[in-house]
């Protein structure tokens, strides 16, 4: 394989897209420093799978990519295009149908990097192994870098060892026979895992004769559990049929009964309302009764209160006439007391006379006490008569309060009399009766409406009795279909295996 064009496009100085055709023959490049001379046969390595970026001058992969300087704005790809022809045809078998092959590397900042041969997505190493075996690479010897001589004059066994492999082009044969061997052993490690699977399958092959047998002899019992489904479900259906039939027999009755129980119903109704008709006078005329009968129970406890009042009152009149009394035997007593001083005084002034013109100021002192005990004595007979005054009027009020009592009395017996009068035995009788015969017509009318409700709950029932019957034929119907559906299945699988 010969290289014949080289196209650059963002990789390190290369900020456009630059293309070289690479002639027969020597090809060299000349330039001052910094021309970029280093980075077109960087370039070649790095076409050639090399992925160290130290290799390449750099910290990272992205640092290949054009930085950019002070009037180019930067790159955010780097892309590289190597022609090869190979009309020799040595190329790996794969690519030996083509003349020409066209390998192309691009990485884009912070994405990573792609291959591609001829158009198509490829894998690194597939790129390195291309030019392995043709007996070069992106570290091979036929790419010298500065300071590489020194190292390959220093070299140890091993490196002069890969660098003659390398010369007799057989570097490539070692990448092949490593890759090899490690398929040898993803295949021994296949086959390893096909023994097991093996070991598996036989276990399995076992467990499936196992099952096998487990469904025939499902598929006999199967066959016998619907048979006997189906003798059920016609035992099931005859029996809800039948209670179908009886349910249909309770209805009829069942509406018959509640027929009579409607004219029943009717016919109490009407009773009751002839009763309830009688019934408002005699209620009434009860509670007029019990109006009258409570007016004079309060006229009653009236007249107990005016009489209880009445006698407290004439108990306090005889306590003021008993003070009265006792006033007045003071104010005896006072009289008597002032009778016996003023005789005395009499007796004193008879004697003063004697001796007046010896006792002159005795006398005016005798005739001063004299005058004050006048006084007292007028006092007295004044308080006297007041006293006497104030009890005439108790005992007035006395006389009144009693002939009042007596008229109470009088009232209160009249009264009693008047409530004794009273027929109310015979009216709360007749209201007695009326009220049991309403009962009675109620605890009638209760029990037929009870009747009707048990006619009414048993022709529920029985419908209800109807509906799960019919849902129970449903059901049946259902099973057999699904029954049906199974042994199909069952067959079709039987026929399969």
């Known amino acids: 394989m010969i290289f014949r064009n080289l196209t650059m496009a963002g990789f390190k100085s290369f900020a456009e897209k630059a293309d070289m055709d690479i002639e027969d023959g020597l090809t060299g490049i000349v330039g001052p420093n910094?021309?970029?001379?280093?980075?077109?046969?960087?370039?070649?390595?790095?076409?050639?799978?090399?992925?160290?970026?130290?290799q390449l001058r750099g910290g990272e992969l992205d640092d290949i990519i054009f930085a950019g300087t002070d009037n180019r704005p930067a790159r955010n790809f780097a892309e590289i295009s190597l022609q090869l022809d190979n009309q020799d045809k040595k190329a790996p078998a794969e690519y030996n149908n083509f003349d020409e092959l066209e390998?192309?590397?691009?990485?884009?900042?912070?994405?990573?990097?792609?291959?591609?041969?001829?158009?198509?997505?490829?894998?690194?190493?597939?790129?390195?192994?291309?030019?392995?075996?043709?007996?070069?690479?992106?570290?091979?010897?036929?790419?010298?870098?500065?300071?590489?001589?020194?190292?390959?004059?220093?070299?140890?066994?091993?490196?002069?060892?890969?660098?003659?492999?390398?010369?007799?082009?057989?570097?490539?044969?070692?990448?092949?026979?490593?890759?090899?061997?490690?398929?040898?052993?993803?295949?021994?490690?296949?086959?390893?895992?096909?023994?097991?699977?093996?070991?598996?399958?036989?276990?399995?092959?076992?467990?499936?004769?196992?099952q096998a047998r487990q469904a025939a002899r499902y598929r006999s019992v199967a066959d016998r559990i619907r048979k006997a489904e189906a003798r059920l479900f016609h035992a099931r259906w005859l029996a809800a049929e039948s209670a179908c039939q009886q349910a249909n027999a309770e209805r009829?009755?069942?509406?018959?009964?509640?027929?009579?129980?409607?004219?029943?119903?009717?016919?109490?109704?009407?009773?009751?309302?002839?009763?309830?008709?009688?019934?408002?006078?005699?209620?009434?005329?009860?509670?007029?009764?019990?109006?009258?009968?409570?007016?004079?129970?309060?006229?009653?406890?009236?007249?107990?209160?005016?009489?209880?009042?009445?006698?407290?009152a004439l108990e306090r009149l005889t306590n003021l006439l008993g003070q009265i009394e006792l006033d007045e035997a003071r104010e005896a007593t006072l009289q008597q007391d002032a009778q016996k001083a003023l005789s005395d005084l009499q007796s004193q002034l008879n004697k003063s006379k004697n001796s007046?013109?010896?006792?002159?100021?005795?006398?005016?002192?005798?005739?001063?006490?004299?005058?004050?005990?006048?006084?007292?004595?007028?006092?007295?007979?004044?308080?006297?008569?007041?006293?006497?005054?104030?009890?005439?009027?108790?005992q007035q009020n006395q006389a009144q309060l009693s002939s009042r009592l007596d008229e109470l009395d009088r009232r209160i017996a009249a009264a009693q009399s008047s409530l004794e009068q009273l027929n109310l035995e015979e009216l709360r009788e007749q209201v007695e009766l009326s009220a049991k015969a309403l009962s009675a017509n109620e605890a009638e009318l209760s029990r037929l409406e009870a009747a009707h409700e048990s006619v009414e709950a048993r022709l529920a029932a029985a419908r209800e009795t109807r509906e799960k019957a019919a849902e129970d034929k449903r059901d049946i119907d259902t099973q057999l279909a699904r029954l049906v559906a199974e042994s199909d299945a069952l067959s079709y699988l039987l026929a399969e295996t």
């Open 356 to 394: 007046l013109q010896e006792n002159t100021p005795k006398l005016e002192a005798a005739k001063t006490q004299l005058a004050h005990a006048q006084a007292s004595s007028r006092d007295a007979d004044e308080q006297s008569a007041k006293y006497q005054a104030q009890l005439a009027a108790a």
């Open 34 to 54: 910094g021309c970029g001379k280093s980075n077109i046969v960087e370039a070649v390595r790095w076409i050639m799978g090399e992925s160290s970026a130290r």
């Open 252 to 312: 009829e009755a069942s509406a018959e009964l509640v027929e009579t129980a409607t004219a029943g119903t009717a016919q109490l109704s009407a009773q009751q309302a002839l009763l309830t008709a009688d019934v408002p006078p005699l209620r009434t005329a009860e509670s007029e009764q019990a109006a009258l009968v409570q007016t004079l129970r309060i006229r009653v406890d009236d007249c107990a209160r005016e009489k209880e009042q009445v006698s407290q």
């Open 103 to 210: 390998i192309t590397r691009r990485v884009e900042r912070g994405k990573g990097t792609e291959f591609q041969i001829n158009g198509k997505p490829a894998r690194a190493k597939d790129v390195q192994l291309l030019f392995a075996d043709s007996a070069t690479g992106a570290r091979s010897a036929g790419i010298v870098s500065q300071g590489r001589i020194g190292a390959i004059v220093g070299a140890k066994p091993e490196d002069r060892r890969s660098l003659i492999e390398e010369a007799a082009n057989i570097k490539g044969l070692n990448q092949r026979k490593h890759e090899a061997e490690l398929r040898l052993r993803n295949t021994e490690t296949n086959l390893e895992r096909l023994e097991d699977l093996i070991v598996q399958l036989t276990e399995q092959k076992s467990q499936l004769a196992k």
